[in-house]
């Protein structure tokens, strides 16, 4: 069945531009891999006349079968006085030989004037142009119609006569940009009111949070006539960033009633939500709407009373519909089947009868509280589940003990690690030198276990990411390592934390080892 709202998730694009996101290609695929499993219908991966990475990601992205969402490649207009099969960035966006390819063009006279300096006619030809070639590449084309709504008050016949341009050139969807992030939800009502009204191809919005209402806006939009809504995960992007699909997914779903994402999606959604701070190595915003840790904590007393007696007393809606839980009664029930959930996904034999499922969840919750995050390490938590059920840690070695040292010899620094493992009676020393500690120490252990195990020859780490955790009062502050792995088939990830950092990079690494002799 068709859904009514369609979700263009550009994360890995818009997204990408905000402060502090800076995403590997590994990353990139990880996110999309998890954006399509939840079910978003678009996934932009990038633009590659901008970015060699993207170039890069649509080449690895093109191996990947993508079950629910389509993949789409982001790029402007030709440039002006340029015939559009002699442009450079457009004849990228169709080597990055994706379904979907969404161009962005301008609405604004303004900016036509005086940013794109050239007439008019040039500007509806550019438009009309480089749509017209993408159709005929066989391309499903959205068209994003930049500074729309800023565009339409400043000119509105002009800002008509370039959407028109798009869809006569066949463009599937044209997309109305508040840019600026600067508009109020009844002029976005409005004008989106008069596109629906003045074009026969579908709409879509695409809004940016500059003024707090990137996600009202985009519910204004909805509420008249768009059925496609553009925006990022936990609303990453430049400046106070994109509107946050994180809210407006529920928000769909929940409030406007309408069907968009697959309705055994949305108990996934906070999970979605962690995974994608983990990889930008971001803290998870409490405060956070629906998905935050705070958003269904309730802290007094009267609010915790209530609450008690009458859950909807202080709450908007059921938390478990978002995969979120109330603060004060964790729900016991929904704790125990995500676990089983995930674990099942992990190949575990666990069903809510197993007896071990309450000291299981009692360690994750354990763990977490020491700091540990399980969202993107998934590996880690298949090894504490695993060595529950068995009654035993059925570990395969063990690191007996293990020096690092670190000295600089004139210009060069010099890491150093020596490891000792122990694999049944066997004992194997090695040591390793590396660009930096963890390094030399990763090295030095993975070449004492390839002794026992030539396998992990094979296994390298594509990402290793460091968070400093908030110190408790009286405590030193944590370190949490997240390490990514691949065999070159698949990826996991793994955790380790320690107020030391070599000592937590120690734990990810062994973890790491450890899962991928798991595997057959
Ligand atoms: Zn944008």
């Not at 649509?58 to 442009?87: C, H, I, W, Y």
């Not at 994402?261 to 998870?284: C, M, Y």
């Not at 194997?428 to 120490?441: I, K, Y």
Request: net charge neutral.
């Amino acid at each position: 069945m068709k859904p009514q709202v369609e979700i263009y998730d550009t994360t890995l694009r818009d997204g990408s531009q905000g402060e502090g996101i800076n995403f590997s290609v590994a990353d990139k695929l990880r996110i999309a891999e998890k954006l399509d499993a939840f079910g978003v219908h678009y996934i932009e991966g990038g633009w590659p006349g901008s970015n060699p990475k993207d170039i890069e990601f649509f080449a690895q992205a093109k191996k990947k079968k993508f079950k629910n969402a389509k993949l789409a490649a982001f790029g402007s207009t030709r440039k002006k006085n340029v015939p559009v099969e002699q442009d450079d960035q457009v004849r990228l966006l169709i080597e990055a030989e994706t379904p979907v390819v969404t161009i962005y063009g301008k609405t604004s006279m303004l900016h036509v004037k005086e940013v794109l300096r050239c007439t008019p006619d040039e500007n509806l030809a550019m438009i009309g142009d480089t749509v017209r070639f993408l159709k005929d590449h066989g391309k499903f084309v959205i068209y994003d119609a930049e500074h729309c709504f800023d565009g339409y008050k400043l000119d509105p016949e002009y800002a008509i006569a370039t959407w028109q341009a798009a869809e006569k050139a066949g463009a599937d969807f044209v997309v109305l940009c508040d840019t600026n992030g600067g508009c109020l939800p009844a002029e976005v009502a409005a004008i989106t009111k008069t596109a629906v009204g003045k074009l026969n191809c579908k709409v879509g919005i695409h809004t940016h949070d500059d003024i707090g209402l990137g996600v009202a806006n985009a519910l204004a939009a909805l509420e008249v006539g768009a059925v496609h809504v553009q925006g990022t995960i936990n609303g990453y992007g430049e400046r106070t960033g994109n509107c946050n699909l994180t809210s407006v997914i529920p928000c769909v779903a929940l409030k406007l009633k309408k069907t968009s994402v697959p309705v055994k999606s949305l108990p996934k959604l906070k999970e979605l939500s962690q995974f994608v701070d983990e990889i930008a190595n971001l803290r998870h915003n409490p405060r956070q709407p629906w998905v935050g840790s705070a958003a269904f904590a309730h802290k007094g007393g009267a609010h915790v009373n209530a609450v008690q007696k009458l859950a909807s007393s202080y709450e908007h809606i059921d938390p478990a519909l978002v995969g979120n839980e109330r603060n004060i009664l964790v729900s016991d029930l929904a704790g125990r089947s995500n676990i089983v959930v995930k674990a099942q996904q992990l190949g575990l034999k666990v069903t809510n009868d197993t007896p071990e499922l309450r000291q299981i969840l009692d360690t994750i919750k354990q763990r977490e509280h020491e700091g540990y995050e399980f969202e993107a390490a998934e590996a880690s938590m298949a090894l504490l589940i695993r060595n529950i059920l068995k009654h035993e840690a059925e570990l395969k070695f063990t690191v007996e003990k293990y020096h690092v040292s670190m000295r600089r010899d004139k210009k060069e620094s010099i890491c150093e690690a020596t490891v000792k493992v122990r694999v049944g009676q066997t004992v194997h020393h090695e040591v390793a030198e590396g660009d930096g500690p963890v390094n030399a120490l990763d090295s030095a252990l993975r070449s004492a276990l390839a002794k026992s195990f030539p396998k992990l020859k094979k296994v390298t780490l594509t990402d290793y990411k460091v968070r400093i955790l908030d110190g408790v009062a009286g405590t030193a502050a944590k370190t949490r390592v997240l390490i990514q792995s691949t065999d070159g088939q698949r990826e996991w990830g793994t955790v380790g934390v320690s107020e030391n950092i070599i000592e937590a990079s120690l734990q990810a690494l062994v973890d790491s080892m450890e899962f991928a002799l798991l595997k057959k």
